[in-house]
């Protein structure tokens, strides 16, 4: 039981990092290299907020703040030129902009390892099924749940939903029925950054906080967006669950086999399906 979950908790980490991927392709039509970059930003604000304020919990509203309004300077820096120009040329900005953030978190938190106590109220575990869970990690799989079921309410049933669902459809469609396509993919992009940073916090008592930790997450959330489908963040769900369900179990069973079953699991899925678990087929013709 204790080993499903840390796999819920990969998967719900998981889910926060691929859902803004997913979103932010959807609408703005790009791979975003500096994603995992917020996850960083993210975990080392909570420990500055920790070590200033003795409080855990204000490192949510701090951490998403921060990186949405970086996630917005980014989007009018360097995607906003660009939107109509080859996908080479966004892939460039967003790695550049990537090493930018890094090069700043070095100078200002260095290279050493930062480590976050968990809070107090969820110092404990609870005996379950002959296994001892630990009531921090119960949290952020309740934490991660609550933000598939909020993501999925917004997309599927307010005007909010409706309007990024027709965007990453068709944009121009809808900037000619008024919507400001402008505002909304700077909002999308920041957004979809502040998830990232909170995901950062979720994870930083229960891992070293390290200039590197987002990189181990790029990857991964790379890989859920493309095999959920691109633009579906039912999939995302799906795929985020199973992905950390396999590193767990993996990490338990045959560890140094975990790399080579996920990733040539997923080229086998991808040829099979290269539109992905949920993904659409598109006329071409």
């Keep these: 039981m204790g080993t499903a979950l840390i796999g819920l908790v990969l998967g719900m980490v998981l889910f926060l990092l691929s859902s803004g991927v997913t979103i932010i392709f959807g609408v703005l039509g790009v791979i975003n290299f500096a994603h995992a970059t917020y996850f960083t930003l993210g975990a080392f604000l909570t420990f500055s907020t920790v070590q200033l304020t003795g409080s855990y919990w204000l490192a949510f509203p701090v951490a998403a703040l921060v990186a949405g309004s970086v996630g917005a300077v980014q989007e009018v820096l360097t995607f906003r030129p660009i939107y109509r120009h080859a996908h080479f040329y966004q892939l460039i900005a967003s790695l550049g902009f990537s090493v930018f953030m890094l090069a700043i978190l070095h100078s200002i938190w260095g290279l050493d390892y930062k480590n976050v106590p968990q809070p107090e109220i969820f110092s404990s575990s609870i005996a379950f099924a002959g296994s001892q869970l630990s009531t921090f990690r119960l949290f952020v799989v309740a934490v991660g749940f609550t933000a598939c079921v909020a993501i999925l309410y917004v997309i599927d049933r307010?005007?909010?939903?409706?309007?990024?669902r027709a965007a990453s459809t068709n944009a121009d469609m809808i900037a000619?029925?008024?919507?400001?396509?402008?505002?909304?993919?700077?909002?999308?992009?920041?957004?979809?950054?502040?998830?990232?940073?909170?995901?950062?916090?979720?994870?930083a008592p229960i891992m070293a906080v390290q200039l590197d930790m987002g990189g181990a997450m790029l990857l991964d959330s790379f890989l859920?967006?493309?095999?959920?489908?691109?633009?579906?963040?039912?999939?995302?769900?799906?795929?985020?669950?199973?992905?950390?369900?396999?590193?767990?179990?993996?990490?338990?069973?045959?560890?140094?086999?975990?790399q080579i079953v996920i990733y040539g699991g997923a080229l086998a899925f991808l040829m099979i399906r290269p539109a992905g678990l949920f993904g659409r087929k598109v006329r071409t013709a």
Excluded: H, K
């Design 176 to 203: 000619c029925l008024g919507v400001d396509v402008v505002r909304l993919r700077t909002w999308v992009l920041a957004v979809g950054s502040a998830a990232a940073a909170v995901a950062g916090v979720i994870v």
């Design 224 to 258: 859920v967006a493309v095999l959920a489908g691109l633009g579906s963040i039912r999939g995302a769900i799906v795929v985020s669950i199973l992905i950390g369900m396999a590193r767990a179990y993996g990490q338990l069973i045959a560890p140094e086999w975990i």
């Design 158 to 164: 307010t005007r909010v939903g409706l309007v990024i």
